[in-house]
């Protein structure tokens, strides 16, 4: 029997399969911004399932982590009418194991509840976890489980896009790092400015929150599909996860299971 995990975010929904033992077996892309009926979404988790050699009856629940509240209607209703489910979604009244004391816990999204509980039940240990999305988040969760201390900053593509569309001449890019920061022309021009320039945030938001945290060994933890390009150009990153929420989801099912 499989666990399927959704993770909607702004830009895509990321569905993943995990097997008995919480590895992950394959997984699927949507874009988020592309509406929906309850049956798009139905279509498309079966052709899912049936890539795989998988059936509804193979699927023992369904756990979601969302911040785009327009699409859960649809999106939980698929889920009944295809898979026969009842899905476990992630928010107020859910056992997650960390302990949120932010000025507003209500505002934190479930994105970040969902990695933060991956990576302290993982490592058990303060972590900074970086998730680089639409937004890139930078949350700390101490040695006890205490989610306090969060930077947010635009995201690589949000970056790129602004500079892009906020000017009259300059081309969009891929998000690419050329091999010197000394470049020759417009296009090489801009990417060199967005990912160094991303590079350095990154390194320097992480070594201040350090520094006034007082915690020189938190163990830092990149996610989010646009991870991997910074995650390889930086030694201030220790570990890159691409399905951190994927296991956040699978701890936070397994607490409310009363399986953990």
């Known amino acids: 029997m499989y666990l399927l995990t959704i993770d909607v975010g702004n830009t895509h929904i990321k569905m993943n399969l995990l097997s008995e033992e919480d590895e992950p077996v394959s997984g699927?892309?949507?874009?988020t911004r592309t509406p929906r009926t309850s049956d798009e979404f139905g279509l498309a988790i079966r052709e899912f399932l049936n890539a795989n050699n998988l059936t509804k009856w193979d699927i023992k629940d369904v756990v979601i982590s969302s911040v785009v509240p327009k699409v859960m209607y649809s999106l939980t209703s698929s889920i009944v009418k295809y898979l026969s489910k009842e899905p476990i979604i992630v928010g107020p009244g859910i056992k997650t194991g960390i302990s949120i004391r932010t000025d507003n816990p209500k505002e934190v999204g479930?994105?970040?509840?969902?990695?933060?509980?991956?990576?302290?039940?993982?490592?058990?240990?303060s972590c900074i976890i970086v998730d680089f999305g639409t937004a890139t988040t930078f949350d700390y969760v101490s040695n006890d489980g205490v989610f306090q201390y969060t930077v947010i900053a635009p995201g690589l593509e949000t970056s790129a896009s602004a500079l892009t569309n906020q000017t009259a001449k300059l081309p969009e890019i891929e998000i690419r790092k050329p091999e010197s920061i000394l470049v020759k022309n417009t296009i090489a021009g801009m990417q060199a400015g967005v990912v160094y320039g991303y590079i350095g945030l990154v390194e320097y938001i992480i070594k201040r929150m350090k520094r006034e945290l007082g915690d020189p060994k938190a163990l830092v933890i990149a996610t989010g599909g646009l991870g991997r390009v910074i995650a390889d150009e930086t030694d201030t990153i220790n570990i890159y996860e691409p399905d951190l929420a994927g296991k956040g989801m699978s701890i936070i099912y397994q607490r409310n299971k009363g399986a953990a």
């Open 110 to 125: 479930a994105d970040r509840i969902v990695d933060c509980a991956a990576a302290f039940y993982t490592y058990h240990r």
């Open 28 to 31: 699927f892309r949507l874009t």
